[in-house]
């Protein structure tokens, strides 16, 4: 399962750092990313980022948003800065994992977590 955490109120141009991790029997973890949705509108990714350390942001948040992991604790962080009214939303993180189990990529996605600018 995945366990996100980090979010809530913050003022506009305020820094915010969510986190996810990973638990369970996992064979291997692959693309972990973020997405994001805000009220009336669909869920749209945010970015994501591969084990290698390969990344990809959404042009909305290119330049204010880094993503990273950390392998051996299975988990992935968003570090957004300079954030904006426009980035409230509610924030899942979702990962491709192959638990022990199993033998393919399964999609797995976090309880999401709430990011709220205030103007």
């Known amino acids: 399962q995945l366990q996100a955490s980090g979010g809530g109120l913050v003022q506009f141009g305020g820094s915010q750092r969510l986190s996810c991790a990973a638990s369970g029997s996992i064979f291997r973890i692959g693309v972990m990313g973020w997405y994001r949705q805000a009220p009336g509108n669909q869920r749209e990714l945010v970015a994501t980022?591969?084990?290698?350390?390969?990344?990809y942001y959404a042009d909305s948040v290119k330049g204010r948003f880094t993503i990273s992991r950390d392998n051996a604790k299975n988990t992935v962080y968003l570090q957004m800065n300079s954030l904006k009214p426009e980035d409230t939303a509610l924030y899942y993180c979702n990962a491709r994992i192959i638990p022990r189990s199993e033998a393919a990529f399964i999609d797995y996605w976090g309880q999401g977590t709430q990011v709220t600018v205030s103007s």
């Open positions: 980022a591969t084990s290698s350390g390969d990344t």
